[in-house]
Every structure is written in C-alpha cells, then in structure tokens.
C-alpha cells in the first residue's frame, strides 16, 4: 500500500537523525511550500471549492470572453452552448489532476515528477507559470483601468490619461505583490467573501442595463450573425478551444488547491458544481450587458472597463469599478500567483519560496506587455487562449494517462522527493514524457503556420491532450509492470 505523501515528509522534515540519515528528502526537491500538507492543513470543505469557482467565474476575463462569442456574431443561445460544452470538456482533466492532489497532499509541481521525472517536471511546470504569469499581467493590466476609469469619474480632465493609466496600473500591481506577501490563506477569506458581493454587484449592472435597453426581449431578440452552418463552425470551433484553453492552466496545477482539501468528496463536489454553474451564470451576464451595449450605445462593448466608463451616473460608475476591482485581485492572486509561485519555487527550492516566487512571477507578468495582448478580442480569444492550449493541452493528457492508466493512481510519495528512485528515469528525466510533449505542441501549433492544417490549431488543446497522451502510452505500457512492482516495493503501509 502507497503511504500518503503528508504522513510521512512532513515527520521527516522534524526528525532530526532522519535530517541526517538516508530517509531525509533531497533539499533540491522539497522545502516547506512543496511539502506534502498536514492534516490540520487540510481544512477546504466542499464550499470553500463552490467560492473558489464561483469567485475566479465572477471576474472580467469571463465577462470578456462571453462578450467576444457575441461580437464574433453568435446569438445568446449559441454563446451559452459554446461555453457550457467548453467547460464540461475542460472539468474532465481538471478533476482527474485534483485527485492526487486531495489523496497525497502533494503542489502540481511535485506530482508531475511522477510522468517527467524530478528534473524534467521543470519543464511542464515552466510552461503553466509562463501562462500564469501572462494571466497575471492580463488581470493586472484590466485592473489598472478600472482604477484609472475610477479616477476618471471623480477628476474627468484625468480621461484619457496615458500617465494615470500607467500610474494606476503599476499602483495595482503593487498591491497584488502586498497580498502575495500576506500568503494562502489570504485568499481563502477573499474567495469566502467577494463572490457574493460581486453576485450582487454583478446583477445590478446586468438590471441597470436591462433598463436602458428597455427589457430583455431586446436584448435575446437579437439572431445569429451566422447565415450558413460552416460560417458558424470556423467561428464555433476555435471559440469551443479558446473556453477549453481558458481554464487550461488550472486543469494542471489544480492539486495546488485540492492539497487542503478535507477529502474527496468536497473537492470533487464542489469543483463539479462551482465551475459550470459560475461559468454559465457569469457568462450569461456578459453575454446579455453586451447585448443590451448593442440597443443602447449601437454597437457591441466587449470591455466593461469602456462600457463602465461611458455611464453617466457618477455613483453607478464608481461602484461598478470598485466591483470589477475586487474581483479582479481575488482571481489574480488565487489562479496566477499560487500556482506559478510553486512552479518556480520547484526550480530551486533551497533558494526560492513562495513569496520569491510571487514577486518573480509579478515581473513576468509585466514583461508580457498584457496591453498588448488586450488590444483587440481577436488577440485575446483566437491569439492568446487557443495559442497557449496548445501548449498545455499535451502536458494534461501525458499526466492524466500517467496517473490513471499507468499507475492506476498509485504513487510513491517517499520517491517523489528523492533522486535516484523509481521516478528518476533517465539523469532526472523521462524521456516518454518529453518526447510525447514536444509531439504534441508541434502537432497542435503548426496549424498556426501552415494554412493548409490550420484545423489542428483550431483543436489546439484537443490535438495536443490526445495525442500526447497516446503517445506517452505506448511509450510507457511495457514499464507498467515494473513500476507497479517497484512503486510496492518503496511504499510505506496505510493510504488514505
């Protein structure tokens, strides 16, 4: 029987002869953030996961991608099918990754040793915080013009101000930093507290809207743009893989969060009814604002920040910011910090902890130029969503297959922190899972420079998970036997 990661390295790392002695984990794989969580650690209950959805849900990327499939000419009826199916597919691998997370207590980073090897996982797990660290600058880039359109309110000459943009956006930028400083369990109470403040917030602007457009049969009325089936599909297709890619970061890193949680049964539960349902509802909300921004300004408005800041209200306008501000840092710090802060920190655990790894991942962030990135919907659904899926969508399929099909969920959790044991593979490396990997990147990108295979960059994540997760298969099935075998040999006695 596997023993669980929590109960036996935490043991070590207070044992000082184990310190000593060949049963103490090697200081270039683990440190306190890495650690497998401890029992009193494990305090999530099944809500804490329905707040964690429902708060990172309720924030502006969300609202912008649903505002993106109306812009792109989809009617409300089939921009709501798009994102239920997208995010239905994605909460597949995002449950299937959880798993480990909640039975061994063990960060992203460290479960993914198990298919990459201790030296190898550095790979995947770069890959996710370069993605996070994007998103990072994203949120930040949104927030900095809610608080330079808040500004605007109160002082109009400001309007149009490069300087207090620019000044807004590295002053919430700071303000993230402060909050990363603060640690995890900060984040719990702004997920416990600013979900039903922004469904609050959120209704409002949505009945404030209704209003001006003169009731939601304006609004719903309005057809699809689409007058042919195959119109809709080059449209549909790639918007289906830009939702899938929306939470493609977190289908991997999801053990960051399911590592506290009290059991299964509340991960499982809470995962399997916050993230549909926030997704739908939120949606929904973006989806009919927008529409209602056609009836009343003439035109789609895809940004609240822009629609926010052609109120004439003073007092509607200042509120809606202050909402969109708060919900904003909730989801930064909880999807783009904790994860890459780990990925990093797994780099090089002696030297680099958690909040090292926040400030590192606040500078990427910045180097990503996200104005860039936000200039246009185009760039952010079709260049920036399917784009990086291409790269995460191989990692998830050759973890899943690893987990459940190799290892049938079995890990040795001792191995996990030591070189030199059943996972080290090659030098640190496995070189199933790096050949797998680089396959299915190559075969999900090159659509996007070949016209003639563009349909496989239209299924990014979907070519790249199946593939990857194929080839790693039939590259790893003649060692199944060996490593159940070996994986027994090195357990301890008890599983959760």
Request: hydrophobic share 55%; proline share 5%.
């Amino acid at each position: 029987m596997i023993t669980p990661a929590h109960a036996v390295l935490p043991n070590i790392a207070m044992d000082s002869d184990m310190h000593a002695g060949l049963y103490a984990p090697d200081p270039r794989l683990y440190n306190d953030d890495l650690a497998p969580t401890l029992p009193a650690q494990r305090t999530w209950s099944m809500y804490n996961y329905f707040a964690l959805w429902f708060s990172m849900c309720m924030e502006v990327t969300t609202y912008m991608l649903a505002a993106s499939l109306i812009a792109a000419g989809m009617s409300w009826k089939q921009a709501i099918g798009t994102i239920l199916l997208g995010n239905l597919i994605v909460l597949v691998p995002m449950l299937l990754n959880a798993h480990a997370g909640a039975k061994y207590g063990i960060p992203f980073p460290v479960f993914v040793r198990a298919s990459f090897g201790p030296i190898g996982a550095n790979i995947p797990a770069i890959l996710r915080a370069i993605v996070a660290c994007g998103w990072f600058g994203i949120q930040t880039w949104i927030g900095g013009q809610a608080i330079a359109a808040m500004v605007a309110v109160l002082w109009p000459q400001t309007a149009n101000s490069a300087s207090v943009l620019w000044t807004c956006f590295l002053g919430f930028w700071l303000l993230n930093m402060v909050v990363v400083w603060c640690g995890v369990e900060s984040i719990r109470f702004l997920q416990s507290y600013s979900a039903p403040f922004m469904l609050v917030m959120s209704l409002a602007l949505l009945f404030y809207m209704l209003h001006r457009a003169g009731g939601l049969g304006p609004v719903l009325a309005a057809p699809s743009q689409f007058t042919t089936t195959a119109g809709f599909l080059k449209v549909f297709i790639p918007s289906l893989t830009a939702m899938v890619g929306y939470w493609a970061t977190l289908s991997l890193n999801i053990p960051d969060f399911t590592r506290y949680a009290k059991n299964q049964e509340s991960q499982l539960v809470g995962q399997a009814i916050g993230l549909p349902l926030g997704m739908v509802m939120y949606s929904f909300l973006g989806i009919a604002v927008t529409s209602a921004s056609v009836v009343v300004f003439g035109h789609a408005i895809w940004s609240p920040v822009t629609l926010l800041g052609m109120f004439h209200q003073p007092w509607i306008a200042f509120l809606g910011l202050l909402a969109l501000l708060v919900s904003t840092l909730n989801v930064n710090i909880a999807a783009n910090v904790v994860s890459p802060s780990n990925d990093i920190s797994n780099l090089a655990p002696r030297l680099i902890s958690f909040r090292t790894g926040g400030m590192i991942t606040g500078l990427l962030g910045l180097a990503m130029m996200p104005w860039k990135i936000m200039a246009t919907f185009g760039n952010y659904v079709f260049g920036w969503l399917v784009g990086y899926s291409g790269l995460l969508g191989p990692v998830a399929g050759i973890m899943v297959c690893d987990y459940f099909l190799i290892r049938g969920t079995q890990l040795d959790s001792y191995s996990l922190y030591r070189r030199d044991g059943i996972y080290e593979y090659s030098k640190g490396i496995n070189p199933a899972a790096i050949v797998a990997l680089v396959l299915g990147v190559v075969a999900a990108l090159v659509g996007r420079f070949v016209p003639r295979v563009s349909f496989l960059y239209d299924y990014a994540w979907f070519a790249g998970f199946f593939l990857s997760g194929a080839i790693y298969y039939l590259m790893m099935f003649r060692h199944r036997l060996s490593l159940e075998t070996a994986a027994h040999l090195h357990a301890g006695a008890g599983e959760r």
